[in-house]
């Protein structure tokens, strides 16, 4: 039954898939240019609400792990955010600062602001913020918030901040421009005030 032509292609046949299958993985697995079904990695969102309960953040004080975001929603009248330090509230903590603008609202409206606010928490470090309405002297009564504060020393707390705050005498700053963070359409206006 030897047959030396068909012992021949065989062999042929044998070596081609036995060359050919190791080649075909090795392009499959390291051609960066492959299209994936993989998708973006959930982050968790926190939301905070300006303008809930009178001139404060709600909540106001927030445990955020690095990654994910913080979104600020508006109720009326006119709140903003701006990122501050613990020892200067009510004034920007450097030009790089975020900022949200301000959100005009109508009082009775029922409606939060259009838009939200998201900033990213980048590191561990605590992220000081207050409302930068000078009609009325938010900050100053009272409406700033913080990103991780360090709770072991209480030196640095939300509480210590506020007394500082309260003996701010000039006007808050804001930024020149909406920065630090994105202003995108609210995914619920309507969740009330
Ligand atoms: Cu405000």
């Not at 046949?13 to 994936?36: G, H, I, Q």
């Not at 605590?126 to 409406?143: E, R, T």
Request: overall charge neutral.
């Amino acid at each position: 039954m030897h047959n030396p032509t068909l012992s021949l292609i065989l062999t042929a046949l044998l070596s081609l898939s036995a060359t050919a299958a190791p080649t075909t993985t090795a392009v499959t697995n390291s051609n960066p240019n492959l299209p994936t079904r993989s998708q973006p990695a959930p982050r968790t969102t926190h939301t905070v609400v300006a303008g809930r309960g009178g001139l404060k953040f709600e909540p106001d004080n927030i445990v955020a792990e690095v990654g994910s975001v913080i979104e600020f929603h508006f109720l009326p009248a006119n709140h903003s955010v701006v990122e501050s330090s613990f020892s200067n509230p009510c004034q920007p903590k450097d030009r790089t600062s975020f900022f949200s603008g301000f959100f005009p609202v109508p009082a009775g409206s029922g409606k939060q602001s259009d838009e939200v606010f998201q900033v990213e928490v980048r590191d561990s470090r605590p992220i000081w913020f207050y409302c930068a309405q000078n009609n009325g002297n938010h900050c100053q009564k009272g409406m700033t918030g913080v990103v991780n504060q360090n709770f072991d020393n209480q030196e640095f707390s939300l509480r210590r901040h506020r007394e500082i705050a309260a003996g701010v005498t000039e006007p808050s700053g804001v930024q020149r421009y909406v920065q630090g963070g994105w202003r995108i359409p609210n995914p619920n206006p309507q969740s009330g005030v």
